[in-house]
Nanobody, 130 residues
Framework: EVQLVESGGGLVQAGGSLRLSCAAS????????IGWFRQAPGKEREGVSG????????YYADSVKGRFTISRDNAKNTVYLQMNSLKPEDTAIYYC???????????????????????WGQGTQVTVSS
C-alpha cells in the first residue's frame, strides 16, 4: 500500500525550530517529486515547499523563504522540512504529498498546485506560540 507518514510536529515558541519528516512507502520514491503543504484553521491549503525527483531542485513559498529548508534522502525514502525562526502564522496542519510526473512539465510550474499530486499523508500539527 502507498503510504506517506508525516512526523515531527508539535508545539514550539516563536523563534524556535522544528524538523518535519515524511516517510514514504509503497511506490518508487525516487521517481516522485515531494511537496509540503499546510492548512491553518479557516484558510485554504497552501503550498509551502517542494523538491523535484530528478535534479533535487527546491521550491519555497515566499512566506517561508529563508526560514524553511526542504531536503530528501532517497536511501531512506524520506523527505524533511527544517523549519527555523517559526512564527505564529506558521501554525497549521502540515501535509506531505508525492507527485509522479516523469516527463511532464517542469516541477516549478505545478509544485504548489494541489492537483499536481498523487498521494497525500495524514498531516502533522505544528503550533507556534507567541
Amino acid at each position: 500500500e502507498v503510504q506517506l507518514v508525516e512526523s515531527g510536529g508539535g508545539l514550539v515558541q516563536a523563534g524556535g525550530s522544528l524538523r518535519l519528516s515524511c516517510a514514504a512507502s509503497g511506490f518508487t520514491f525516487d521517481d516522485y517529486a515531494i511537496g509540503w503543504f499546510r492548512q491553518a484553521p479557516g484558510k485554504e491549503r497552501e503550498g509551502v515547499s517542494g523538491i523535484s525527483s530528478s535534479d533535487g531542485s527546491t521550491y519555497y513559498a515566499d512566506s517561508v523563504k529563508g526560514r524553511f529548508t526542504i531536503s530528501r534522502d532517497n536511501a531512506k525514502n524520506t523527505v524533511y522540512l527544517q523549519m527555523n525562526s517559526l512564527k505564529p502564522e506558521d501554525t497549521a496542519i502540515y501535509y506531505c504529498a508525492a507527485a509522479g510526473r516523469l516527463g511532464a512539465a517542469p516541477v516549478r510550474l505545478w509544485v504548489f498546485t494541489l492537483d499536481g499530486y498523487d498521494y497525500w499523508g495524514q498531516g502533522t500539527q505544528v503550533t507556534v506560540s507567541s
